[in-house]
């Protein structure tokens, strides 16, 4: 009987709808400077729930009642998931589920939107028919579908056209934007990164492989000066091998002319992920008209840097590319998975203030394990209703100075957001954005982290390099005491990033020397401070060299390669103003690092740290140059009250020296605890300060005094006095 009602519930709904569809336009636009989800032109407040949607049940089910919960606190976007239909020969496509789905999440939310996600890869049925086609790793063992597949692409294409085309017709009126997942968890990354097994060698990455070699080079006469290799013809290039893959002659770094047919493998891998999701992305624009949005995976540049068999196998490294594409306009990830439990910083990881430079939008997927989640679910799960208020606090307080999105999710319908409490707490973020609709974004942090995406294509697999200065580098610069930006490097050199007065820069490995003076003269302009780590400039891939002397070309403080590997830890020495009154080591402590320099002695170098057990090797030094000053560490991890020195001697406005973390646009400042005890947030000017959301006034002055408890988020308003 419940079953009969529901069903002609669902007919009457979906026929109401059908008949009576208008075309709406969904589309990213800058509005008060900053990128918004707008329907027909209005802006969108962009929070919204993600469940995953079950058929009717005697029960409600719990994906419905947190629709419910989401609509009543004035969340009316939903995101639920599905797949591309992908019938055998002779047999049609079947929608019901997809229909109930809607149906359902629209009458449990009369307004509901919906941004839906859905697989397009192929079925088991059709990998079991074509093993050719899916990863293949170095083990023999193969996984999801190749991104290298011509024919799963010819296969996919009117299939997926005829999927949106269908769901524009029934249900176009309620779509936000599209959203197609792929390769491992649907995110765009290869199978068995997170592992040590190297991938692809399929046949369809073999096929593939010959034709981008082909594309990049025109002949085999020039792949052969290429590669260094006697090679007939295309057709005999052949995938690089494991071992091949794990030897790098230049310790942790692949020679540019020795190696490289393992650096093009590695970007031909890269391109093969980025080629497909573009072209997905087409067909997708052009069954909609063009009308709505297409959301994806992609750029985990930080997060994947800690996998295992490396960030040069991800599939990620394409973000310049991405960007500038007229067919993908949203991006997203989940919150890292690190550093997220109550008191962490719910890093971003991405460079995700290049999205907005680029007039995109960013989404995070906060999958907070709240306290309505089972016990050992792990993943910095919060204990209490409390913790989890405070993280989703925490995590609303990293998009809304950029004005990002997030969707909250319950993963794998367990009901985790299946409290009234939490939605309380969501409705009044959701309150929050949507009263604050026509203040301008203002977000400028004064310190910028700069990232390369080309440079892990030149360190070998398991390299230790990536994962200290991408991903763990992460944990100190969000307790420097001030809000910090993260860009790509090439958005730096085209002048897209807004003017910071520390610039810092993670992994500037692989610089052409045009590129090194473009560098220093941005550095000059704008008389900036520039921290540099470990290697930067080391490899010009223009003339195909690796040499000590771009670092010092570009930094100004020239170093020399370690006869030998030492421990990566540091003891300060000297006067340079920011070691003075620091005790303690630092570094990444690492011993099995394969590459290593020391500064040299040179006129104006003023060194500030030592190896401890280097005999005086300096590995770190500081200089003052054309104006702008060059700081180098050759370690791999600087702590956070190194890093809070440099700022404030760069002119930085430091808010807190607690190494808790902060947050904010000038306006809105938030603080996050990463211990119990008494917070002093010094402010810029006299200011009134309110609670952002209760609007309580706390303090006036250039400063008020927070107790807080470890994990414990405050929104601030500061109000000019």
Not at 27 to 40: D, E, F, M, R, W
Not at 92 to 107: E, H, N, P, R
């Amino acid at each position: 009987m419940t079953k009969y009602i529901w069903l002609c519930a669902f007919a009457a709904v979906s026929v109401s709808l059908a008949s009576g569809a208008e075309k709406i336009m969904v589309k990213v636009q800058i509005y008060k400077g900053a990128p918004y989800l707008t329907v027909n032109g209005r802006p969108q407040v962009p929070l919204s729930f993600m469940g995953w949607y079950a058929p009717p049940q005697p029960q409600e089910s719990v994906y419905i009642r947190q629709v419910r919960l989401a609509a009543r606190a004035g969340v009316r976007h939903h995101q639920f998931s599905h797949e591309v239909l992908w019938p055998r020969e002779g047999q049609k496509s079947d929608y019901t589920y997809l229909d109930m789905a809607f149906a359902d999440t629209i009458q449990a939310d009369p307004q509901a939107m919906v941004t839906l996600r859905f697989s397009v890869s192929p079925p088991p049925w059709w990998l079991e028919e074509h093993p050719e086609e899916r990863t293949m790793f170095d083990d023999g063992s193969a996984a999801e579908i190749s991104p290298s597949s011509s024919l799963w692409l010819k296969e996919l294409m009117p299939r997926l056209k005829a999927y949106v085309a269908y769901i524009e017709a029934r249900w176009g009126d309620r779509v936000l934007a599209y959203f197609p997942c792929a390769e491992h968890t649907g995110e765009w990354f290869y199978p068995g990164v997170w592992t040590e097994r190297l991938a692809d060698f399929s046949p369809a990455a073999r096929s593939a492989f010959r034709l981008w070699l082909r594309n990049r080079y025109g002949s085999p006469e020039a792949l052969v000066r290429a590669w260094g290799r006697k090679l007939a013809s295309f057709e005999e290039a052949q995938i690089p091998t494991v071992r091949e893959r794990l030897e790098s002659r230049l310790g942790e770094f692949y020679n540019p002319a020795q190696d490289r047919p393992k650096i093009d493998y590695f970007d031909f891998l890269n391109d093969a992920v980025a080629d497909t999701m573009e072209r997905i992305a087409a067909v997708i624009k052009e069954a909609t008209g063009r009308r709505k949005p297409v959301m994806v995976f992609y750029g985990y540049l930080y997060e994947l840097a800690g996998s295992v068999a490396g960030l040069n196998q991800s599939g990620h490294l394409c973000w310049s590319r991405h960007l500038k594409s007229r067919n993908i306009d949203i991006f997203a990830s989940p919150i890292s998975y690190f550093d997220r439990q109550p008191g962490g910083a719910g890093h971003f990881m991405a460079p995700v203030d290049s999205v907005a430079a680029h007039g995109k939008l960013w989404f995070n997927e906060d999958d907070t394990r709240t306290h309505a989640t089972p016990p050992g679910t792990g993943y910095g799960r919060c204990e209490t209703p409390a913790e989890s208020k405070a993280v989703h606090l925490r995590n609303f307080a990293q998009i809304f100075p950029r004005r990002m999105g997030t969707w909250y999710m319950d993963l794998g319908n367990e009901g985790w957001l299946n409290d009234p409490a939490l939605w309380q707490n969501i409705g009044l973020l959701q309150k929050f954005g949507q009263e604050r609709l026509q203040e301008p974004a203002r977000f400028a942090p004064e310190i910028a982290v700069i990232t390369d995406e080309a440079s892990p294509l030149y360190l070998r697999p398991r390299s230790p390099v990536n994962a200290a200065l991408l991903s763990n580098l992460r944990e100190p610069l969000a307790r420097i005491g001030a809000p910090v930006g993260w860009w790509l490097l090439e958005d730096f050199l085209n002048g897209k990033v807004r003017r910071a007065r520390l610039y810092i820069f993670q992994n500037a490995f692989v610089l052409t020397a045009s590129q090194r003076v473009r560098i220093q003269s941005i550095l000059k302009r704008q008389k900036a401070t520039a921290i540099w780590l470990y290697a930067p400039g080391y490899i010009d891939p223009e003339t195909g060299r690796a040499d000590t002397a771009h670092i010092g070309a570009l930094t100004g403080i020239p170093v020399k390669p370690l006869p030998e590997s030492l421990e990566d830890v540091l003891e300060p020495v000297g006067n340079f103003a920011q070691s003075r009154g620091i005790t303690g080591l630092f570094g990444s402590q690492r011993r099995d690092l394969k590459s290593q320099w020391s500064v040299e002695k040179a006129e104006g170098v003023d060194p500030f740290a030592v190896y401890t057990g280097g005999g005086g090797l300096v590995g770190a030094a500081v200089t003052e140059k054309d104006g702008w000053r060059s700081i180098y560490f050759a370690s791999l991890y600087v702590p956070a009250h190194w890093l809070r020195g440099i700022a404030r001697t760069a002119g930085v406005r430091i808010y807190c020296e607690s190494d808790d973390i902060i947050l904010g646009d000038g306006r809105y400042l938030s603080v996050t605890a990463s211990a119990d005890g008494e917070k002093t947030i010094r402010l810029p000017e006299e200011s009134v300060v309110y609670d952002a959301l209760t609007g309580d006034k706390l303090a006036s002055g250039r400063q008020v005094g927070l107790s807080l408890k470890k994990g414990e988020t405050r929104l601030l308003r500061l109000e000019r006095q």
